[in-house]
């Protein structure tokens, strides 16, 4: 997952929330490195909705569907 922000070009510290569809209340949380990115591994075949939010920056989602054996890159940008 990237996250940027606004006319920055990565959101440093951003907190970034998997939700898994299915399961509820299984969720994986991380911050953001100083490029804007957050690496999830060895998570199960579905679909998550991905959640990120920074400060004063509006909250942003977008639903994916990951696949087994794939990687799956998410970009996010917080307004």
């Known amino acids: 997952v990237r996250v940027r922000a606004g006319s920055e070009d ?46 004063e920056d509006r909250p942003v989602r977008k639903t994916v569907e990951l696949t087994a054996g794939r990687t799956q890159r998410v970009e996010l940008r917080l307004r």
Do not use: C, K, M
């Open 10 to 55: 990565v959101a440093v510290g951003a907190e970034v929330e998997l939700q898994e569809e299915l399961a509820h209340g299984t969720s994986w949380t991380a911050n953001a490195d100083i490029r804007g990115r957050v690496a999830f591994s060895d998570l199960p075949p579905g679909t998550f909705t991905v959640y990120a939010r920074r400060g």
